[in-house]
């Protein structure tokens, strides 16, 4: 069946430093979506993407989606405390079924 | 944005006893919904696909039994877990599209003694 493969699994920066977070799927996606989860809280959408090499920017955040639309990622650059969490990818084939990736957990000391 | 509230927030019921969670579309309808399981530290399991009106889609390894999903109307699907066990102690989270977007429910720690 689908898999959407994500990593790393966890990442530690220092205030300041730049973050990404990679997607992978074993089949060709019709979207991808980016969600945040704060610890105790639930997902929060963050941005889809539709088209093949699109790219999405919101403020500090830089969304991609590959041309073969199979992968995706998330770059946060100059990292803040308030971006820790749990970031996920979301691939959908079509339909409302939607596959989640493993998630990123992002810590950041300052 | 569209808001999909999720009750109870937790719950802790002894073995053997069931447990019913309610999804709620507070703004909009929803005609699927689809409900996650999230164990500590991990990602979302889809679990099924509700409907309504008609059965719910389950996913391959969910038990249909176990886990029971009625949705009864355009804002509102519930999951049931029948005769729970310690191992279904879980964060069940409900959600629903709405404008493109996957609406999350606040979840629903279940704990089971």
Redesign the interface.
């Known amino acids: ?1 689908q898999q959407v493969m994500q990593i790393p699994q966890y990442q530690h920066v220092q205030e300041g430093e730049d973050f990404t977070t990679y997607c992978n799927s074993s089949t060709t996606l019709s979207n991808i ?1 980016w ?1 945040k989860q704060r610890p105790g ?5 963050l941005i ?1 993407l539709v088209k093949s090499g699109e790219v999405k920017k919101q403020k500090r955040l830089t969304f991609q989606f590959g041309e073969a639309k199979k992968n995706s990622s998330l770059h946060i650059t100059a990292t803040q405390t308030t971006d820790v969490g749990t970031y ?1 990818c ?1 691939g959908s084939t079509g339909g ?8 990123t ?1 992002l810590f950041v000391k300052a | 944005g569209a808001v999909v509230s999720q009750h109870p927030s937790w719950v802790i019921c002894k073995s053997g006893t069931s447990v019913k969670i309610e999804c709620r579309s507070l703004d909009f309808q929803a005609t699927t919904m689809f409900w996650y399981r999230q164990f500590p530290k991990q990602s979302l399991m889809l679990m099924a696909t509700s409907n309504e009106g008609s059965k719910a889609t389950y996913e391959q390894g969910v038990e249909k039994d176990k886990f029971l999903i009625n949705h009864a109307s355009l804002t509102l699907s519930t999951l049931t877990v029948t005769s729970a066990h310690p191992e279904d102690s879980s964060f069940y989270i409900c959600s629903a599209f709405y404008g493109g977007e996957l609406f999350f429910g606040e979840g629903s720690r279940l704990t089971v003694l």
């Open positions: 069946g979506q969600y809280g639930h997902p929060v959408f889809q996920f979301a409302f079924k939607t596959i989640f990736g493993a998630g957990r």
